[in-house]
C-alpha cells in the first residue's frame, strides 16, 4: 500500500489509499483486515455489528472492499500499522498547515452596492 499526499491544483490536499472505502473520510484508528484492506476502526465494527455471520461456528464479515470473508477475532480487534497511522499524521499536519496559509492569505473582493474594493483576511 503507498501513502501519499498530493497538493491539487484547486490548493487541496489529496490522500491515495489513506481514505477509508467505507466513510471515504482520512483513516481513524486504522485496522488492517486478514485481506490487507484497511478500513476506520469504528466503521470495521459497524460492518462487524450489522453485516456479521457464522460459518462453522466462526464470526465472519465480509470485506467491503474485495468480498473475502474475514473471521472476527475474539476481541474485535484487527492489527493497526504503524506506516499508516504515520501518514495519517502527516496528512493531518500538512492539511492543518495548509490552512493556516489559507487564513494568512489576504482575498480582495468589490462591493457590490458601491464598487469599492474590500479586503478580507482568508
Do not use: W
Request: glycine share 2%; net charge neutral; with cysteine.
Amino acid at each position: 500500500m503507498t501513502e501519499v499526499a498530493i497538493l491539487c491544483s484547486d490548493n487541496t490536499i489529496s490522500t491515495n489509499n489513506l481514505d477509508c472505502l467505507v466513510c471515504s473520510n482520512l483513516l481513524e484508528d486504522p485496522q488492517v483486515l486478514y485481506c490487507s484492506h484497511v478500513f476506520c476502526g469504528n466503521c470495521i465494527r459497524r460492518l462487524m455489528k450489522t453485516t456479521s455471520y457464522y460459518a462453522q461456528e466462526v464470526a465472519k464479515f465480509d470485506c467491503p472492499r474485495c468480498s473475502r470473508s474475514i473471521s472476527i477475532p475474539e476481541d474485535e480487534k484487527f492489527p493497526s500499522s504503524l506506516k499508516i497511522k504515520d501518514a495519517v499524521e502527516k496528512i493531518k499536519l500538512q492539511r492543518a498547515k495548509f490552512a493556516s496559509l489559507n487564513n494568512d492569505v489576504k482575498s480582495t473582493g468589490e462591493c457590490s452596492n458601491c464598487s469599492s474594493v474590500i479586503e478580507a483576511n482568508g
